[in-house]
C-alpha cells in the first residue's frame, strides 16, 4: 500500500509539472528553464529514496523526513516560477492537459490488468532477514578464503570450487574466476572445476567465449569427455566460431548416449534447437532421449509426449503416478538394481533427497555383489554423494 501510495504521489506531482507550463505563459524563461530542471533533480531524489527505502539502506522515519524535505523545496520552486510566470496561454491548453491526465491513469489501467498489482510486497523484516543470511554467507565465504590461502599444499580443489560457487550465488563473477583459476592449479584438480571456470569466464565476459574460456573447456573436456556442462559450453563455442553444425552434432551425441532421463537434457535440447534454427538441422524434443530399460514399467516416448501437452499440474501428477508405481514394484522385486537406480535418478530430479538417497544405498548394496569393473557400482556411489551434497 505504501509503495502504491508513493507511485500515486509521484504520478500527480509529474502531472502536476506537465500541466503547469500549459497553463502558463513563456515570460522569464531563463529562470523557468533553471526551476524545471531543479524540479527534475527533486523528483529523482525522491526516486532515490523510495529505493534506498526499499533496499533497506534507510530506515522508514528517515525517507519520510528526507521525503519531506524535498517536497519542501519543490513547492518553494513552484511558488517562485508561479510569480516568474505572464498570464496563461489558453490555446491548444485542452488536448494537452487531457493528455498529460490520461497517460499515467491508462499506464496504471494497463498495469493493473497485465501486471502482477495483487502481489504483496515483502515485508521490511523479511528483507532484513535476508540481508542477514547475505552478511553470514559472505563471511563464511571470507572464512573459506583465508583457510584455502593458508593450505601449505594450495588447498584442495573442491574447497577452491565450493569457493567460486559460493561467489557465483553471490554475484561476484570476477571473484569466482579467481576461485577457480586457483582450484585448476591443484594437482586433484577435476574437470568440473575446468567447466566451472568456463562458465564464470563466459558469464564475466557477458557470454562470449575468449579464449581462456575456450582453454578452460578444452581441459574439462580432456579429462571427462561427457562432462555436461563441458559439452553444453562447448556447443556454445563452436556456434560462436561459426561451427554451430559441429555444435548441433555434439550435444545430439551427449543425448544419445545417455542412459535415461537427466537433469542436463532440457538446457541441450534447448540450445540444440537453437543451433537448428541457424544450421539447418531438424528440430529434437526430450521424449526421443528418455529411453526406459527394455522391460521396465514406465512411460514410453508416447507417454513423455503426451506429457508435455499436459498442464503443469497434471504433468506433475503424471510424472508422480509413474515413480510411485516404481517404487511400489522395487518393494515387491527389491533385487533389481537397476530399479533403484533408475528411482533413484527420478527423485534426484524432483529434489526428493532423502529418498534419493535411501533409493541410492540400495543399490550400492546390491552393487557390493557385483564385479569391481561393473559400472553400476560406481554409478550408485557417485549418486549417493552427489544427493548428500545437494541435499545438505
Known amino acids: 500500500m505504501i509503495l502504491w501510495l508513493s507511485f500515486a504521489i509521484l504520478a500527480a506531482l509529474a502531472v502536476a509539472f506537465l500541466i503547469a507550463p500549459i497553463l502558463t505563459s513563456r515570460t522569464a524563461l531563463a529562470a523557468s528553464s533553471r526551476d524545471d530542471g531543479a524540479l527534475s533533480i527533486h523528483l529523482d531524489q525522491l526516486a532515490e529514496i523510495e529505493a534506498d527505502l526499499g533496499r533497506g539502506v534507510i530506515s522508514e522515519a528517515e ?5 519531506g524535505e524535498v517536497k519542501r523545496r519543490m513547492l518553494a520552486i513552484a511558488r517562485r516560477s508561479g510569480k516568474t510566470r505572464g498570464a496563461p496561454s489558453r490555446a491548444g491548453r485542452g488536448p494537452l492537459i487531457l493528455a498529460a491526465v490520461l497517460v499515467p491513469v491508462a499506464a496504471g489501467g494497463f498495469y493493473g490488468l497485465l501486471g502482477s498489482p495483487e502481489t504483496p510486497s515483502l515485508a521490511f523484516a523479511d528483507r532484513a532477514d535476508e540481508q542477514a543470511q547475505a552478511t553470514e554467507i559472505a563471511g563464511l565465504a571470507e572464512k573459506l578464503r583465508i583457510r ?29 574466476v579467481w576461485a577457480f583459476e586457483r582450484g585448476s592449479e591443484q594437482p586433484d584438480a577435476n574437470s568440473a572445476i575446468f567447466s566451472r571456470l568456463a562458465e564464470a569466464l563466459i558469464r564475466m565476459d557477458s ?55 537427466a537433469p542436463w537434457m532440457p538446457s541441450f535440447i534447448d540450445q540444440a534447437n537453437r543451433l537448428a534454427e541457424r544450421s539447418g538441422r531438424p528440430p529434437v524434443d526430450v521424449a526421443s532421449f528418455a529411453p526406459m ?11 513423455v509426449a503426451a506429457a508435455g501437452e499436459m498442464s503443469e499440474e497434471d504433468r506433475s501428477a503424471f510424472i508422480r503416478s509413474m515413480v510411485d508405481r516404481l517404487a511400489s514394484r522395487l518393494e515387491e522385486e527389491p533385487g533389481d538394481i537397476d ?24 543399490a550400492l548394496t546390491l552393487a557390493q555383489e557385483l564385479p569391481e569393473s561393473d559400472p553400476r557400482r560406481a554409478q550408485a556411489k557417485s549418486g549417493l554423494d552427489r544427493v548428500a551434497a545437494e541435499g545438505k
Request: no cysteine; aromatic share 8%; charged share 20%.
Open 339 to 362: 530399479g533403484w537406480l533408475r528411482l533413484a535418478n527420478a527423485y534426484t530430479v524432483l529434489a526428493e533427497w532423502t529418498k534419493a538417497a535411501s533409493a541410492y544405498e540400495r
Open 207 to 261: 557470454g562470449i567465449v575468449t579464449p581462456a574460456a575456450q582453454k578452460a573447456i578444452e581441459q574439462a573436456m580432456e579429462l571427462d569427455p561427457k562432462n555436461p556442462a563441458a559439452v553444453f559450453y562447448n556447443s556454445v563455442a563452436l556456434d560462436q566460431a561459426g561451427r554451430g553444425g559441429e555444435g548441433y552434432d555434439l550435444l545430439l551425441a551427449a543425448l544419445q548416449s545417455a542412459d535415461g532421463f
Open 63 to 67: 525517507a519520510a523526513a528526507a521525503t
Open 148 to 176: 584455502l590461502e593458508g593450505d601449505d599444499s594450495g588447498g584442495p580443489a573442491e574447497g577452491w570450487g565450493l569457493l567460486g560457487q559460493t561467489y557465483m550465488r553471490m554475484g561476484r563473477v570476477e571473484d569466482a
Open 293 to 303: 530399460a527394455s522391460g521396465a514399467p514406465g512411460p514410453s516416448a508416447e507417454d
